[in-house]
Structure formats: C-alpha cells, structure tokens
C-alpha cells in the first residue's frame, strides 16, 4: 500500500475547496482519496476511507441522531467509529473468487436456485452510473452480473427473478461488509430498536466545514490584524496561532 498522503491544514482546506461544488456522490469519491489516491475496488473500500477521514476529524464517538420509525421520537447516541472501524474487515478473496492476483477485477460466482451468476463487486463509480429507475438496486447489481445462466442458458442479467436477485445482494454484502453501514438504534420512548442508515460521507462534511472555517476566520483575523498572508497563518503552531488570535482579540 502506497503511504498515506499527508494530511495537514493545507491539505484539509484544499480538500474542502476541491469538494465544495460537487454533489454527494462526487463528493464522496473526492473525500475518499484523501487518505489513499487510489481508487477504491469497492464500494465498502470508500466507505472504509470515508469512516477513517471522519474519525481524524470527529474523533472516535461520532454524535448522532434518528428518528424511531415506530413513534416518530427523535433518539441521540454515540457511534463508537474506532469500534466500526475495528469490526469492518476489508474485502476479501473469497474462496469463490478467481485468484487471478494480476487481474484488474476479482470474479465471483454464485449460484442461487438454478441460476449461475459470475458477477464483480460494485465500485463506487457503479453507484454514481446507476440510473434513476423504479428499482435502481436491480439495476446496480444487474450491472455487476458479467454472465447469468439458468439450466445452461445464458441469459441477460436484466432477466434475474427477484429471489436471486436476493441471494446476490446477500452475497456481495458478505463478500464487501462495508457497503451498507448501519446502527442498532434503541428509541428512548417506545422500546424498539431499529436499524439506522449511515452514510459516512455525508456525515463528514460537516465537520470538514466547520474545520476550514475555523482556519479561514483565523487567516482573516490574523491578515486584518498582522497583514500576514495565507502561507503565513498556516505555518505557525496552533500554539502561537491561538496566542496571536487572543491579542488579536478575536478568541
Ligand atoms: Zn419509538
């Protein structure tokens, strides 16, 4: 694995100028390279990355909240992201895989009632492709199938029936754990507990905001004050640059 590009000031505040004008899917491509410039072979891949970036800039309990989708209460708890982290091993060759270590995609097979499918997993650029349809979940792994057979016959993967259509989105989500991120979420009024959605791109965001603002006020107030530039500002210790903000009068 190449080493981690670093990840300083600079790079946060150019990160969150390269990401601004782009939507969530985008997005959440460019925030996933932050860490490691290679594009991920998995959808669980980015996920993992995006979950590793939001923990440098949260920390490790991440604040958040849901709605019960039982009684409508809203309900606050702390996702342990070092313990997702920890319990999210990375996409693996599986025994059903072609070991091919030189080949560009690693090919599965699965076979569900009397269907064979080869398939690949899905990359992130498979989830920014799939289209807008009534069930745009069929058209990503539909997408993923490279051969479907029934009885010797090769089909078209727009013909799966929907039972292994099942059994292949239960085996890419054992194959790329990562992929679907959720929280066992106990609702403080009712009693149910209930699978809550995480997208850790979208959660990200805001933190990385919040971060270039808080150097783009202290660059502001120290030009203002000193007349230092940018490259200034940046270059000095948050030591020194919070003891220059306080005679500044600005913390
Ligand atoms: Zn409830």
Sequence with gaps: MPAAPRLGERELLALWESALPLHDTARAAALARALDASAPRTVGEQQRR????LQRLAGPQLPLRAACPHCGEAASFDADLLQLLQALPEATAAADADA?????VT???LHAHDWTLRFRLPTPDDVAASP???DPVAAL???CVLQAEQGGRCLGADRLPPPVLDALSARMDELDPGAQLAFAVPCPACGATWS???DPGRALWPWLQTAAERMLLAID???CRYGWTEDDVLALSPTRRNAYLQLAGTE
């Design 196 to 198: 809550s959605a995480f």
């Design 221 to 223: 107030a120290l030009a």
């Design 50 to 53: 995006l979950l590793q970036l």
């Design 100 to 104: 091919d270590a030189d080949a560009a």
């Design 141 to 143: 792994l539909a997408r």
């Design 107 to 109: 090919v599965h097979e």
């Design 132 to 134: 807008t349809c009534d």
